[in-house]
C-alpha cells in the first residue's frame, strides 16, 4: 500500500480504521474520574509522598459499534477496592476514565486529557484508533499498559506493553484448533479492512495443523439479518459427505445477528461445526441464545470465566461493582483490564517508596520486572528477552492461548492449560 499508512485492526469491528490522518470531526471525548482528592495538582501527580496516583481507562460506549463500557467501569471498581485496602504503597489510586466513541479525533481527545492530567498510564484499555491516540502519548511518555489488542501499533509501539497477544494470536490458535478436528473451513468475515487480516491469521493456524486453506466469505458489516450467507457457508463446508466441516462467523458484534440466521438455514443441511473467538462470542452472548452456539468451539486467551482463578476478581466485582451491569465476569475486555490492573498495581509496588511517574513506570517495566498474575496469563515481562520473534508484532510477550467449547451451555476447556502460538506468528507473513 502507499501513500499514508492505515491503521491494521485486527478484530472483526464494526468501523472502517482510522486513516494515519484525522479525517472526521467528532465531539470531544467525556471524560469521568474516580477521585481521590480535589483534582490533580499540575506536575504533583508522579511524586512521591501523600498525592493520588493517577492513570486513565478508555474505551468506546454509547456507540452504534463495538461498546467496551464494562473496562472503565472495571477499572473504577478497582481502584475503589485497592484505595479501601490502603492503596498502592499508601497512595491512593485515582482512575480517569473517558470515552473514545469509536471515533478517531475522540481518541486523541482522551490522549491529550491523559497527557493534561500526568496520568502515569493509561492502563486496560480499548481504542480502533491507535494512530490517533499514541502520538500524543509517545510525545509524553505515557506507558499504554494493557491494551486490548485490537490494533498493530500495540504491538510495535515501544510504549506499548500488551497483556495479551490481541487478535492475531487469537485467530492462528483457532486455526490451530481447528486443523485438526475439522473438514473444510469456511471464514465469514466483515468486507473491511479490518477484516481482510482475519483470513491470512486463521490459515496461518490452520497451515501449523497441516489442513488446507479456509475458504474467505465476506459480508456486510452493518447488516440486519445474514440468511444467504450462512447457506452459502454451509453448502461450502457440506459439499464434501465425508469430512465434518466447520463455519468460521467472525464479525464481531453481528456475530450473534449471523448466528440466529444460521440457526434456522443448518435445519437443511447435515451437521456442522461452529467456531469464533473471543470478542465475537462470549458467556453473556451464549447465555442469551439458547442452544445456538452448543458444541461451537472458541478460542480465548485466559482461562475459562468460571475458572477458578477469576475468583479475586469476581470478588472485587461483588464487593465494589454489585449491580453495576456493565461489568459482566467473562467479558474479555473486563478480564483484560483485571490483568492490566494487576500489572500496574504489582509495577508500583516494585517502586518502593521512590517515585511513581510514567518514567520510573516505563523503566520498571523495561528492566525485566516479571509480573505473576495468579495463572490467568504466563509470567508476563516486557524486556527484550522477553518478547517473541514474531516480525509483525516485536511488542508481544504473551502469545498464549485457551482452547475452549460450548458444554451445556458453558464455556469449559477443550484443553487442559494454555497453547502458545508464537511459531504460528513467526511463520505469518505481515501484510
Not at 59 to 80: Q, V
Not at 109 to 137: M, T
Not at 167 to 182: E, R, V
Not at 289 to 301: H, N
Request: proline fraction near 5%.
Amino acid at each position: 500500500m502507499t501513500g499514508r499508512r492505515r491503521t491494521r485492526t485486527f478484530l472483526p469491528a464494526l468501523h472502517r480504521p482510522a486513516k494515519a490522518r484525522v479525517l472526521t470531526a467528532g465531539a470531544l471525548a467525556a471524560c469521568a474520574s474516580i477521585a481521590v482528592g480535589c483534582g490533580v495538582v499540575p506536575g504533583t501527580t508522579g511524586g512521591s509522598g501523600d498525592d493520588p496516583i493517577t492513570v486513565m481507562t478508555w474505551a468506546p460506549e454509547k456507540t452504534k459499534a463495538t461498546n467496551k463500557p464494562g473496562m472503565p467501569a472495571m477499572a473504577l471498581a478497582y481502584a475503589r477496592w485497592v484505595n479501601s485496602h490502603g492503596g498502592i504503597n499508601g497512595r491512593k489510586l485515582k482512575v480517569l476514565t473517558c470515552n473514545d466513541h469509536n471515533d478517531s479525533v475522540a481518541a486523541a481527545n482522551c490522549a491529550r486529557r491523559a497527557v493534561d492530567e500526568n496520568v502515569v498510564a493509561v492502563v486496560g484499555s480499548y481504542s480502533q484508533h491507535a494512530r490517533s491516540f499514541f502520538s500524543p502519548l509517545e510525545g509524553a511518555g505515557i506507558p499504554y499498559l494493557g491494551g486490548y489488542g485490537v490494533t498493530e501499533d500495540e504491538f510495535t509501539s515501544p510504549l506499548s506493553y500488551p497483556v495479551n497477544g490481541g487478535q492475531p494470536s487469537l485467530l492462528a490458535g483457532l486455526g490451530q484448533q481447528l486443523g485438526k478436528i475439522c473438514g473444510p473451513v469456511t471464514l465469514v468475515r466483515p468486507d473491511t479492512i479490518a477484516g481482510d487480516e482475519l483470513p491470512v491469521l486463521l490459515d496461518s493456524g490452520l497451515k501449523s495443523a497441516s489442513h488446507s486453506a479456509s475458504v474467505d466469505q465476506r459480508a456486510a458489516e452493518d447488516a440486519t439479518e445474514y440468511s444467504g450467507h450462512a447457506d452459502q457457508a454451509l453448502r461450502r463446508v457440506t459439499a464434501d459427505p465425508v469430512e465434518e466441516g466447520c463455519v468460521v462467523p467472525a464479525l464481531g458484534d453481528r456475530t450473534d445477528t449471523f448466528m440466529d440466521s444460521f440457526r434456522r438455514a443448518r435445519e437443511d443441511y447435515p451437521d456442522v461445526r461452529t467456531a469464533s473467538v473471543m470478542g465475537s462470542v462470549d458467556q453473556s452472548v451464549i447465555d442469551a441464545t439458547g442452544s445456538t452456539y452448543e458444541g461451537s468451539y472458541v478460542t480465548g486467551w485466559y482461562p475459562a470465566s468460571s475458572d477458578k482463578r477469576w475468583k479475586p476478581m469476581r470478588k472485587v466485582i461483588s464487593e465494589e461493582a454489585f449491580g453495576d451491569n456493565r461489568i459482566d465476569a467473562a467479558d474479555p475486555g473486563v478480564q483484560t483490564t483485571w490483568v492490566a490492573y494487576t500489572a500496574l498495581k504489582k509495577a508500583i509496588e516494585s517502586l518502593g517508596d521512590g517515585e511513581v511517574s510514567s518514567r520510573t513506570l516505563r523503566r520498571t517495566l523495561d528492566d525485566g520486572l516479571k509480573i505473576n498474575t495468579s495463572g490467568l496469563t504466563p509470567t508476563l515481562s516486557w524486556s527484550f528477552q522477553d518478547l517473541t520473534a514474531a516480525s509483525g508484532f516485536p511488542r508481544l510477550v504473551n502469545s498464549d492461548v485457551t482452547f475452549q467449547v460450548v458444554r451445556g451451555g458453558q464455556l469449559v476447556a477443550a484443553r487442559k492449560g494454555f497453547v502458545n502460538v508464537s511459531k504460528v506468528l513467526e511463520s505469518t507473513e505481515a501484510s
